[in-house]
């Protein structure tokens, strides 16, 4: 462990701050950054949830005998009189892709070392990241008033509920942390936190974690809204 060494007006103890930067980003592990290497194991651990429950889905909407509600009727939005299927849906995910495009952006100017430039983007990306959470919180309030519910469904199969909100609010708990996470680092590149180190590699994980969500997204949206 590195760091028995301290400077001058640290507020942590010399162990603690070796502890901290071992664990950030100071040391390598198979060719990689220790912080990079350990976002992948993160995000592999968290691909065996995300596929556990899709193959848990796809097992209960195969091997019910109640039917199972129809996407385009149960997403519909309703607009100028009409039922428009998935529009929301559409809008949620345009929003999500988006955000990898600001993210890649971001990741871009970090290691140009425009930290400016780096911090707007990564507020814009946490920005559409929040906005497709506040959409999905009304997708969410708009079921709920229809009757569906984690144990019951009045427009067919009663697991639909339970898969919906489950599926979902997992993606939702991981955009919404993502976002946390986006802002803390955005606030800490503005501040030039790691101008001083001359490491932006913090930036990079953050996408690396961001662009996992949007992947996983899609996975969601064709298993659950299209099939």
Same mark, same amino acid.
């Given at each position: 462990?590195?760091?028995?060494?301290?400077?001058?007006?640290?507020?942590?103890?010399?162990?603690?701050?070796?502890?901290?930067?071992?664990?950030?980003?100071?040391?390598?592990?198979?060719?990689?950054?220790?912080?990079? $290497?350990?976002? /992948?194991?993160? &995000?592999? @651990?968290?691909?065996?949830?995300?596929?556990?429950?899709?193959? %848990?889905?796809?097992?209960?909407?195969?091997?019910?005998?109640?039917?199972?509600?129809?996407?385009?009727?149960?997403?519909?939005?309703?607009?100028?009189?009409?039922?428009?299927?998935?529009?929301?849906?559409?809008?949620?995910?345009?929003?999500?892709?988006?955000?990898?495009?600001?993210?890649?952006?971001?990741?871009?100017?970090?290691?140009?070392?425009?930290?400016?430039?780096?911090?707007?983007?990564?507020?814009?990306?946490?920005?559409?990241?929040?906005?497709?959470?506040?959409?999905? $919180?009304?997708? /969410?309030?708009? &079921?709920? @008033?229809?009757?569906?519910?984690?144990?019951?469904?009045?427009? %067919?199969?009663?697991?639909?509920?339970?898969?919906?909100?489950?599926?979902?609010?997992?993606?939702?708990?991981?955009?919404?942390?993502?976002?946390?996470?986006?802002?803390?680092?955005?606030?800490?590149?503005?501040?030039?936190?790691?101008?001083?180190?001359?490491?932006?590699?913090?930036?990079?994980?953050?996408?690396?974690?961001?662009?996992?969500?949007?992947?996983?997204?899609?996975?969601?949206?064709?298993?659950?809204?299209?099939?």
């Amino acid at each position: 462990m590195s760091g028995s060494h301290s400077e001058p007006g640290s507020a942590l103890p010399n162990d603690l701050r070796g502890l901290v930067a071992d664990w950030s980003a100071d040391r390598q592990a198979l060719g990689v950054s220790w912080g990079k $290497a350990m976002m /992948w194991i993160f &995000l592999l @651990s968290d691909t065996f949830v995300f596929g556990s429950f899709l193959t %848990g889905y796809m097992t209960v909407r195969m091997s019910t005998t109640v039917p199972w509600p129809n996407p385009s009727e149960v997403f519909a939005l309703h607009v100028g009189g009409a039922n428009v299927p998935l529009l929301l849906i559409a809008i949620m995910t345009f929003v999500l892709i988006s955000s990898s495009g600001t993210m890649a952006m971001a990741v871009m100017r970090g290691y140009a070392r425009d930290r400016e430039n780096t911090a707007r983007l990564m507020f814009a990306t946490a920005l559409l990241g929040a906005t497709f959470v506040g959409m999905q $919180a009304f997708e /969410w309030s708009k &079921l709920i @008033s229809e009757g569906v519910r984690p144990w019951g469904n009045p427009m %067919g199969a009663a697991q639909f509920g339970a898969c919906f909100f489950m599926i979902t609010g997992f993606h939702g708990l991981h955009v919404s942390i993502g976002v946390i996470y986006l802002i803390i680092v955005a606030l800490k590149v503005r501040r030039g936190d790691y101008e001083k180190r001359g490491d932006y590699q913090i930036v990079e994980i953050a996408g690396l974690y961001w662009h996992f969500v949007d992947l996983v997204w899609v996975f969601i949206f064709a298993f659950f809204y299209l099939w």
